[in-house]
C-alpha cells in the first residue's frame, strides 16, 4: 500500500485565492512526522511545512498552512492568496519513527499546481 | 544562510562508465540524505549517512555506493552506469533532532 497519496496529479488555481492540495497517508506508529516541498521547473526542492504526529496545532508559515486532521490520516496543504510563483509541483513526505538520525522520507506522487493570472 | 551544495550540477556519462556525485552539507548538519528522481517520479531514498556511519539504506542498487567522510561531506559513486540510472540526484542535510530535511539543488546525471 502507499504510504503517501496525494490524489490530485493537476490543479488550476486563479491568482490570489487559496488553494488546497490534499495529501493523505497511512503508517502504524504513533510518532512521526509530515513535510511539504515544493519543486518549481527548475527542479530544486524547497522546504515548506513541518506537522510533528503530536503536535497539537496545526502549522503555519506564512501563506502556507497545514490541516492536520489525525484520525482520518490527512495532511492537507493550504495556500493562501495564490501568487504566479507558486506554480510547481509540490510533495507530500512522510518519516515514520521517532525523530532518530538517519531517519529517511517517503514521498508521495506529487501535485502540479498551476496558477492562473 | 549557507545551504546544501551539490556538484556537478549536470553530468553526462556513457553506459558502462562510472560517475561520483559530491554533496557538501550545511555546516554542523551531521546527517546526509541520497534521493534519486527519476522522470515525471517522486524522489525515492537511497542511503543515509550520520556522523560518518551509515544510518539506513533504501532502494539503492549494488552498483552504487556512498560514504561520509570526517568533514561531513558525501560522495555517492555509481558505477557500470545504465541508461535507467538517467535522473535528478538530491542530497538532503538535516541536523539530528531537528525536523526539517534541507535539500540541496540537485545532479542532473544523463546516461547516454
Known amino acids: 500500500a502507499q504510504k503517501i497519496t496525494q490524489t490530485q496529479p493537476g490543479m488550476f488555481v486563479q491568482e490570489k485565492e487559496a488553494v488546497t492540495l490534499d495529501c493523505t497517508y497511512d503508517t502504524s506508529d504513533q510518532s512521526y512526522g509530515l513535510f511539504w516541498y515544493k519543486q518549481p521547473s527548475s527542479g530544486e526542492m524547497i522546504f515548506l511545512i513541518y506537522q510533528g504526529s503530536y503536535d497539537e496545532q496545526n502549522a503555519t508559515e506564512g501563506r502556507y498552512s497545514l490541516n492536520f486532521q489525525k484520525a482520518r490520516k490527512s495532511a492537507n496543504l493550504v495556500i493562501s492568496a495564490s501568487q504566479l510563483g507558486d506554480s510547481a509541483m509540490y510533495f507530500c513526505?512522510?518519516?515514520?519513527?521517532?525523530?532518530?538520525?538517519?531517519?529517511?522520507?517517503?514521498f508521495g506522487g506529487g501535485t502540479r499546481l498551476m496558477v492562473k493570472p | 544562510a549557507a545551504g546544501v551544495i551539490q556538484s556537478p550540477r549536470h553530468l553526462i556519462k556513457e553506459k558502462r562508465e562510472t560517475a561520483t556525485l559530491k554533496c557538501y552539507p550545511i555546516?554542523?548538519?551531521?546527517?546526509v540524505y541520497w534521493y534519486q528522481q527519476g522522470p515525471g517520479q517522486d524522489p525515492q531514498f537511497l542511503i543515509s549517512f550520520y556522523e560518518k556511519m551509515q544510518s539506513d539504506k533504501g532502494s539503492i542498487p549494488d552498483r552504487f555506493s556512498a560514504q561520509q567522510f570526517s568533514d561531513y561531506h558525501s560522495e555517492l559513486n555509481m558505477s557500470s552506469l545504465e541508461l535507467g540510472d538517467s535522473a535528478l540526484y538530491f542530497c538532503a542535510s538535516r541536523l539530528a533532532g531537528n525536523n526539517e530535511q534541507f535539500f540541496g539543488p540537485g545532479t542532473r546525471l544523463t546516461v547516454l
Open positions: 513526505a512522510m518519516r515514520e519513527g521517532f525523530d532518530n538520525a538517519g531517519n529517511m522520507l517517503t
Open positions: 555546516p554542523r548538519h551531521d546527517t
